[in-house]
T-cell receptor, first 114, second 108 residues
Framework: DTGVSQDPRHKITKRGQNVTFRCDPI?????LYWYRQTLGQGPEFLTY????????KSRLLSDRFSAERPKGSFSTLEIQRTEQGDSAMYLC????????????FGPGTRLTVL | DAKTTQPNSMESNEEEPVHLPCNHS???????IHWYRQLPSQGPEYVIH???SNVNNRMASLAIAEDRKSSTLILHRATLRDAAVYYC?????????FGAGTILRVKS
């Protein structure tokens, strides 16, 4: 399967712990996005990369959140000192900058903070 | 951010066409209209997109009003597998701004 993959699919952690998620985009895609989705809501944009450059960050992305995309391939999203309010589905998407920005989403990582 | 308005939910019978409406009165001239759908516990799935002209693909058709202030996603023959949340989205500055979407229920 050559779609977007995310790891892990589920993560349960205790408040105050750090967690890291990984996203592998579709191989020829140069853009990579992170979104967060809480129950009953649509996904909310967090940040995006074009190649290895992080071009935009939402104000939702507090200083406890950091994302990287070394070498413009896979990306990681780290949350430090997790809080119960961080419990959500974290979605990754990728796209190719050509015309409309059609994004292809991964299955998401479900984070539960106890 | 450019906004879209969709009904909260709709219901359809299996094998019948479904028309999912979306209003986007604040659309600008270069905004693409995207439709995605999301099944429970899955990531959103791309359905179709358009700019000015009506579009067809293997999944659906997209009808765009002449003034571009509204659009309609058409599923030609709904199946039980089409039951999902459907999002109408305007592409805004290299990101997709999702609303709450329309929950589509399909009855057998």
């Amino acid at each position: 399967d050559t779609g977007v993959s995310q790891d892990p699919r589920h993560k349960i952690t205790k408040r105050g712990q750090n967690v890291t998620f990984r996203c592998d985009p579709i191989s020829e895609h140069n853009r990579l996005y992170w979104y967060r989705q809480t129950l009953g809501q649509g996904p909310e944009f967090l940040t995006y990369f074009q190649n290895e450059a992080q071009l935009e960050k939402s104000r939702l992305l507090s200083d406890r959140f950091s994302a990287e995309r070394p070498k413009g391939s896979f990306s990681t999203l780290e949350i430090q000192r997790t809080e119960q309010g961080d419990s959500a589905m974290y979605l990754c998407a990728s796209s190719w900058t050509r015309g409309a920005d059609t994004q292809y989403f991964g299955p998401g990582t479900r984070l539960t903070v106890l | 951010d450019a906004k879209t308005t969709q009904p909260n939910s709709m219901e359809s019978n299996e094998e019948e066409p479904v028309h999912l409406p979306c209003n986007h009165s604040t659309i600008s001239g270069t905004d693409y209209i995207h439709w995605y759908r999301q099944l429970p516990s899955q990531g959103p799935e791309y359905v179709i997109h358009g700019l000015t002209s009506n579009v067809n693909n293997r999944m659906a058709s997209l009808a765009i009003a002449e003034d571009r202030k509204s659009s309609t996603l058409i599923l030609h023959r709904a199946t039980l597998r089409d039951a999902a949340v459907y999002y109408c989205i305007l592409e805004y500055g290299n990101k997709l701004v999702f609303g709450a979407g329309t929950i589509l229920r399909v009855k057998s």
